[in-house]
């Protein structure tokens, strides 16, 4: 368990300080423009996949672990562990980039671009779909695993791409909390809690009733 927990903080930490980190100098420099945001997340999630895979199963997101837990691949208390040290890594990330960086562009909050029920269904579809592919790639009995992290960054990197302009593309809890509670920036934090989580539970629901033998 101590290697696992050790695995999902380094994974979620350094997952966080890249993506949000991102935000914050493109904000500063105008360097990395949008797409290159979005890059960095999607190549960040495929590297952590390859390099912690085998050790905690890569979740570095509390959605994607209550996902597991429904489609029954994860222990309930080894869940809330997960999810407990995700948080914590997410905070240490944005405390370590308000240190170097300042509070600039909120840390890379997930912010609504228009209303909050828009971000709200983008949030649910976007970690719906990256928590099929994460099953399907990973999981799968006949799923080429050794790809799952292409498979998996490849789909962070695309739908951060299309809809991080509206939503933020956050799909993860850990990766807003974090920088919200940091910077002070909590209004509609709630959404991206509740939109992945749910999102992320009826992919797991629907992808078990998909291979019920």
């Known amino acids: 368990m101590k290697k696992k927990l050790i695995s999902e903080f380094l994974g979620t930490y350094f997952l966080i300080f890249a ?22 997340f999607g190549l960040v999630v495929m590297a952590l996949i390859f390099t912690f895979g085998h050790l905690s199963g890569a979740h ?4 994607v672990t209550v996902g597991f837990f429904i489609h029954g691949d994860i ?4 869940a809330i562990y997960y999810i407990i040290i995700q948080i914590i890594a997410g905070m240490a990330a944005s405390l370590t ?9 909120s840390l890379g909050t997930t912010i609504p671009r228009g209303s909050w029920p828009q971000s709200f269904v983008l949030e649910f579809i976007l970690t719906f779909f990256l928590m099929m592919v994460i ?6 009995g006949r799923a080429l695993k ?12 695309l739908e951060a791409m299309f809809a ?11 990766r807003s909390i974090g920088p919200a509670l940091v910077s002070g920036t909590t209004q509609h934090l709630w959404v ?22």
């Open 146 to 157: 050794s790809f799952a992290g292409i498979a998996i960054g490849a789909t962070v990197g």
């Open 164 to 174: 991080g302009p509206i939503s933020g593309a956050s799909m993860n809890p850990a």
């Open 19 to 40: 993506g949000t980190g991102a935000v914050v100098i493109d904000t500063i420099t105008r360097s990395l423009t949008h797409v290159g945001v979005a890059l960095t």
């Open 60 to 63: 570095f997101n509390p959605a």
């Open 135 to 140: 099953l399907g790639s990973a999981v799968h």
């Open 97 to 105: 980039l308000l240190g170097l960086l300042g509070n600039i562009a």
């Open 192 to 213: 991206y809690i509740v939109a992945p989580i749910i999102g992320a539970s009826c992919a797991a629901i629907i992808y078990k009733i998909l291979h019920e033998k």
């Open 75 to 78: 222990k309930k208390r080894e």
